[in-house]
């Protein structure tokens, strides 16, 4: 898996971000057990928490057509104003800990470092119902 080319696909999918509100865009690519591609962005509401994050965006996406393991995730952000920081919310690092995501891909803008790490790193003891 190529963390550069999987952080390209999220800075586009960031460049169809809709965020009037904060202008902090945000992409994110899911890729399945099957190595195929999801990608989302967040998409903000006028009722502010009502905003969904990129990485939901792309897991429901992925879930709604059938998907049910998920390899890892890419998450990128672009222009946001010199904040280097596209670490995933605690929510997003729970969503992607039900489908099983191993490793997250975190690119801030571009140009800059990309960072590849182990879920159980950004979210140790996430809850499960499994046994
Ligand atoms: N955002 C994401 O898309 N993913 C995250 O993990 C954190 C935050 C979005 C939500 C909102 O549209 C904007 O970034 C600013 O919080």
Redesign the pocket.
């Known amino acids: 898996m190529n963390t550069d080319d999987l952080a390209a696909e999220a800075r586009r999918a960031a460049l169809r971000s809709y965020?009037p509100y904060?202008r902090?865009r945000?992409g994110?690519v899911v890729v399945d057990s099957e190595g195929r591609r999801h990608t989302g962005s967040?998409v903000?509401n006028a009722a502010y928490g009502s905003?969904i994050?990129?990485?939901a965006t792309a897991i429901s996406g992925a879930v709604a057509r059938g998907v049910r393991r998920i390899e890892g995730v890419a998450?990128a952000c672009v222009d946001a104003d010199g904040v280097d920081n596209a670490?995933?919310?605690g929510n997003?690092r729970q969503l992607m800990n039900e489908f099983g995501v191993e490793w997250v891909v975190v690119a801030a803008g571009e140009g800059s470092e990309v960072r590849r790490h182990h879920l159980s790193d950004l979210h140790p003891y996430g809850f499960s119902l499994e046994a």
């Open positions: 965020s904060s902090f945000v994110a967040n903000e905003s994050c990129a990485e998450v670490y995933p919310c997003c």
